[in-house]
């Protein structure tokens, strides 16, 4: 059945857009299906994916209706060398095949539903990765600056307290590609977790989301990161997860 949400306070959203939100596809995907007639919203076909269309509209895909999916939470050990993307033109391992993989084996049979990483880590890096179908919950917990990030960074040489304490209050980095403005960037804490005789290994924390903040903050100050290593994101903790595994949260 279709409602009418036009007297309320009901706010609209692209057609494409509430069906990912329902956890059906990615929005992508869901931008396709409309675009190729295979949509209809409160019984009419529909092809422009930014349609109209509110939470509790009646929304068919190929003749069967669309309903919120169950949210589901996961976490992931990602090992270092996989990349964050649904797949890759080079052919690499990507965080999703080794989801499915896992997924397979902790429910023989079961469909996998349709889940995406939370934000990202470089093939380079390695740690907790989050997962979800929950978009509002993914997008909330990657834009407010209260859920912070903690990361173990392996570096070569031992910065010293004073740039430890340069990379709290922030300095300008330079862009990653020429002709790009430079970025502040900062920590919200870096400290000396343990040291050796060559390299040492910090505890950084972060409340944003640049691109390779660390890796540029660090390489700015002269220092070579060896490994990087996400151990929390917000209050979930990697804790004894093994690498490539998943669980759910």
Same mark, same amino acid.
């Given at each position: ?110 469909? /996998?539903?349709?889940?995406?990483? %939370?934000?990202?880590? =470089? ?5 907790? *990765?989050?997962? &979800? ?51 502040? /960037?900062?920590?919200?804490?870096? %400290?000396?977790?343990? =040291? ?5 290994? *910090?505890?950084? &924390? ?44």
């Amino acid at each position: 059945m279709a409602f009418n949400n036009r007297n309320n306070k009901a706010k609209a959203h692209g057609v494409a857009r509430v069906i990912s939100k329902r956890g059906y596809c990615s929005r992508s995907q869901a931008e396709k299906l409309v675009r190729e007639g295979h949509v209809i919203l409160r019984g009419k076909p529909v092809r422009d994916p930014e349609a109209p269309a509110y939470e509790n509209d009646e929304i068919l895909v190929n003749g069967k209706p669309i309903t919120a999916s169950d949210f589901v939470y996961f976490a992931m050990n990602k090992p270092r060398g996989i990349v964050t993307t649904a797949s890759d033109e080079k052919g690499r391992k990507t965080v999703m095949d080794l989801f499915r993989e896992e997924y397979a084996k902790m429910f023989p049979g079961k469909p /996998m539903p349709h889940i995406a990483p %939370v934000g990202r880590l =470089d093939a380079a890096s390695e740690g907790l *990765l989050l997962f &979800t179908n929950d978009t509002k919950w993914a997008d909330n917990i990657l834009t407010d600056a209260s859920h912070l990030k903690i990361y173990r960074v392996q570096v070569k040489g031992k910065p010293s307290a004073a740039e430890l304490s340069q990379m709290e209050k922030g300095f300008n980095v330079p862009p990653r590609v020429f002709g790009e403005k430079e970025e502040f /960037m900062h920590a919200e804490r870096a %400290v000396l977790h343990s =040291d050796g005789e060559k390299n040492c290994w *910090l505890e950084i &924390t972060l409340s944003e989301g640049k691109n390779r903040e660390i890796r540029r903050m660090l390489a700015h100050l002269g220092y070579e990161v060896l490994r990087l290593m996400r151990i929390q994101f917000d209050k979930f903790k990697l804790e004894d997860l093994k690498p490539g595994k998943i669980k759910i949260i």
